[in-house]
C-alpha cells in the first residue's frame, strides 16, 4: 500500500512539474508576421488590441511596428507587452524599456526589452548593457530599423 501512494505523489509531482514546464502564452500561438513561436518568445511577445475589437499577438517591438504600419489609421485601445523576467503582460506605455545591450535582440540587431518596474531595467542595464528608454523612443528605433531594411 505504502508503495502505491509514493507512486502516486511521483506521477502527480511528475504531472504539475511538466505542466509548469511549457506555460503556454495567449492567442496566437505564431507571430502574426514572421511565424516565430510566441511562448519560445514569451519574454519579448507584445499584444496589440484596436478600437475595433480586432487584436494581434507579435512575438517583438519589431513586429508591433509592422503591424501598427499596415493598420494605419486604426485606433490603438491598448498595446501590451511581456516583462522580461516574469514574462507576465504589462502595459507596454508604462514599462520601463531597454535598448541594446549584450542580450540578442528578437527580430532586431538592436535588442528592445521591456520590464514592469525601473528598478528591474536599471538591473539590466549595469549587468547587460544598453540604454534606458521609454515607449516611444522603442517604437521609433523600430521603426527607423524597418525603413533601413526596406531600402
Known amino acids: ?15 504539475t512539474f511538466c505542466s509548469a514546464a511549457e506555460k503556454v502564452v495567449e492567442k496566437p500561438a505564431d507571430c502574426i508576421h514572421c511565424g516565430m513561436n510566441r511562448t519560445t518568445f514569451a519574454h519579448s ?3 496589440i ?3 475595433d475589437g480586432s487584436s ?3 512575438c517583438s517591438i519589431y513586429c508591433i511596428a ?12 491598448s498595446i501590451q507587452v511581456a516583462d ?8 507596454a506605455r508604462k514599462a520601463a524599456w531597454v535598448i541594446g545591450g549584450d542580450k540578442s535582440g528578437v527580430m532586431t540587431p538592436i535588442a528592445k526589452w521591456a520590464f514592469a ?3 528591474a531595467a ?4 549595469a549587468k547587460h548593457g544598453g540604454k534606458l528608454a521609454n515607449f516611444e523612443e522603442v517604437l521609433d528605433a523600430s521603426k527607423k530599423e524597418q525603413e533601413a531594411n526596406d531600402k
Open 66 to 77: 509592422t503591424d501598427m504600419k499596415a493598420a494605419k489609421g486604426k485606433q490603438v485601445k
Open 1 to 15: 500500500m505504502k508503495r502505491i501512494w509514493i507512486s502516486l505523489v511521483l506521477i502527480m509531482a511528475l504531472a
Open 45 to 47: 511577445r507584445m499584444l
Open 84 to 91: 522580461y523576467n516574469s514574462k507576465k503582460l504589462i502595459d
Open 122 to 125: 536599471k538591473g539590466f542595464v
Open 117 to 119: 518596474d525601473k528598478k
Open 49 to 51: 488590441k484596436y478600437a
Open 56 to 58: 494581434t499577438g507579435t
